[in-house]
């Protein structure tokens, strides 16, 4: 597949938007949650912010590889969604809840690179 240079800027610009999402959500999990406690360490919020920190770190390596696969930046883009919106109504998060739906708008872009 031959690329545009915009569709090479907008899957740099994921890249970037999911390293950032990778770092922000381990940050929050291991630093602001564990040392917040209560519904901040509760299995669910805890498991999904290390669960989006992962699939960001997987989505990056992908684009980094030049493997665009679409499904797996659907899927990043749900998780950050959710991640977020959890983020939000537990609270106290601002960062991680913009940084995880900055993450998941660029990784819809993708989903419509090729199509």
Same mark, same amino acid.
């Given at each position: ?9 907008? !899957? ?16 929050? =999990? ?24 992962? !699939? ?25 969604? =959710? ?6 109504? !537990? ?12 993450? =998941? ?11």
């Amino acid at each position: 597949m031959n690329l545009s240079t915009h569709d090479k800027h907008d !899957i740099q610009a994921c890249i970037s938007a999911c390293n950032h999402c990778h770092q922000v959500c381990l940050q929050t =999990a291991m630093n602001h949650c564990l040392e917040t406690g209560g519904k901040h360490v509760e299995a669910n919020h805890f498991r999904l912010l290390m669960n989006c920190a992962d !699939i960001c770190q997987t989505s990056a390596n992908f684009l980094l590889s030049g493997t665009h696969q679409h499904t797996l930046c659907e899927v990043c883009a749900e998780v950050c969604e =959710a991640c977020a919106t959890n983020c939000e109504k !537990i609270g106290d998060m601002n960062e991680c809840v913009k940084v995880c739906r900055d993450c =998941a708008a660029s990784c819809r872009q993708m989903t419509n690179i090729g199509h």
